[in-house]
């Protein structure tokens, strides 16, 4: 079946970049994802010992580098030191761990939106949203950044101290009545997994807030988040969504 293009609002945000084809979270896998054309990318931050926000996805280092420990215990200088793409492909060997700062003023001439997951529900970064926040004004991108988090408490806090960033509620779990929850933590949209977005409640939900679903790979679960016209899909194949989202506009 044909369907128009109004029917399709679903944007691709790429999860860690392109990182089903390139090494997560590094320029790389941000470059690649801006090239298919993405909608937006989602990326995950830490604090590093000397307090500057670095983009990588666990609090260790020993998955996605060469090297071994917690990013909270290296300075920066220490991780800039690491390879953070020769673990997934010998020929893009020499990628570091990149700061946000780096992302932002790359990301800031361009028309993609970022989420940036502030990875603090495990280990808590004293400041972290402060300097966040601070990082994303700097750089003039407070309308194209969505701030999400499985840590609420740090949601509320980011809103408190900026009322215009918008702050999105990232979980795991099947929340009833989701939009009543996200509203009265001044966060503008739900950031489900895939059983939320399968499930039945979905449509209600859907008509309430945006809701965004991570991580969707399979180009069936793709196709019907897609028909269903979620605000956002967010995979590790950005280029396989978007030739998919395509295909259904034909
Ligand atoms: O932000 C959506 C998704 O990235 C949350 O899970 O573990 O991939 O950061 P995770
Ligand atoms: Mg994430």
Redesign the pocket.
Known sequence: KKISDSQIETLIFA??GSSGTHPENTMVAFQEAFHVGANGI?L?VHLTKDGEVVVI?DEKVDRTTNGTGFVHEKTLNELKQLDAGGWYSNYLKGETIPTLNEVLEWISDKKLLL?I?L?NDILQYEGLEEKVIQLVHIHGLSTSVII?S?NHYSLVKVKQLDKEIEIAV?TYDILYQPWKYVKSIGASAL?CNKSFAFSNMISQAQQQIPIRV??INDELEMKQILLKGLSAL?TDFPKKAIQLKSTLLK
Request: glycine share 0%; proline share 0%.
């Open positions: 999860h860690r989602e995950d996805h989420n997951e990875k999400s499985f990232l950031h991570y991580t967010i």
